[in-house]
């Protein structure tokens, strides 16, 4: 997808490349490689062509205008799973129904039968894939099936970190693995908590290489470290944007987007697939800023 004809022409008040702190220590490459992975256009056809990846993001673009905003970080689980249920893999992930299903969380699984596509260990499993929105899921005979984001039952999505914060029940500081065991050490309580949020996201596999990254909403792989999700609303996907947050200066590219990433300020930094890139995901939470580059 080409970046919008409202965004070639690059603004009065742009900076130069040199006023980006760390332009010339990136691995510009990286990026380069993340800009080829989308959907075929001039320029991403001229980005195949190109030698050099800091001369080609130069040629064509120059950084914008640089937004305040507010980083936070996802990744693609990785986890255990079965083709057909049993008492191990109990719990299903739902492709969506013809015509779709409106009803929240607390009362919808009854309403999904003949819908499953591959079986859990539990209830918190499928909560964190519905929120990453993707999962790697290694399956009892030894083979490898990836899940993706289908369609949505159309319900907000409720932060339960946030409720539990207000409820004095965790600080600031809540990890993922910390809200994973807290909600397993009492399933029914945790059950109660997770309907608070009653959105609930349906999936379908997908026939892509489990090795590179799971399929970001611009119809490409998600690049670790270099996929941002952001609010198409106002920045473009396919925009290349310059990032400075928690000492991490680096080029990037709007390929994704989130349930919970709303507004001109807020980005989402992809971490990879696994347990490890989760715990950096979720300690990833800084304010910072951002800088588009605009199209010549």
Not at 31 to 37: I, M, S
Request: charged share 20%; aromatic share 8%; hydrophobic share 35%.
């Amino acid at each position: 997808m080409p970046v919008p004809s409202d965004m070639t022409t690059a603004p009065i008040g742009r900076r130069s490349f040199s006023n980006l702190m760390g332009w010339d220590c990136d691995d510009i490459h990286a990026a380069l490689e993340a800009f080829r992975c989308m959907p075929a256009n001039s320029l991403v056809e001229a980005a195949h062509q190109a030698k050099d990846a800091r001369q080609f993001f130069e040629t064509h673009f120059t950084p914008g205008i640089p937004i305040a905003g507010h980083f936070t970080g996802y990744y693609e689980p990785e986890i255990p799973g079965s083709s057909t249920p049993s008492s191990d893999f109990p719990v299903p992930l739902h492709s969506e129904p013809p015509g779709g299903c409106k009803l929240p969380r607390a009362e919808i699984e009854p309403h999904l039968s003949g819908q499953e596509i591959v079986w859990l260990r539990d209830e918190v499993d499928r909560f964190f894939t519905q929120v990453q929105g993707s999962a790697r899921i290694s399956l009892t005979d030894g083979t490898l099936m990836r899940v993706g984001h289908m369609a949505k039952n159309g319900h907000p999505y409720v932060s339960i970190g946030k409720l539990l914060i207000e409820k004095g029940i965790f600080g600031d500081d809540i990890t993922a693995g910390a809200l994973k065991t807290w909600l397993r050490s009492d399933l029914l309580r945790g059950r109660a908590i997770m309907n608070r949020n009653p959105s609930y996201v349906f999936f379908r596999v997908l026939e892509t290489d489990p090795c590179q990254g799971p399929m970001a909403t611009l119809g490409c792989p998600a690049t670790t470290g270099r996929t941002l999700a952001v609010d198409p609303g106002y920045l473009p996907l396919g925009t290349p944007v310059w990032i400075e947050v928690d000492g991490i200066a680096r080029l990037c590219i709007a390929q994704d987007t989130g349930s919970a990433i709303k507004g001109p300020g807020r980005a989402d930094l992809f971490f990879g697939t696994g347990d490890e890139a989760g715990v950096a995901a979720g300690r990833f939470n800084h304010s910072g800023k951002f800088m588009p580059l605009l199209r010549r």
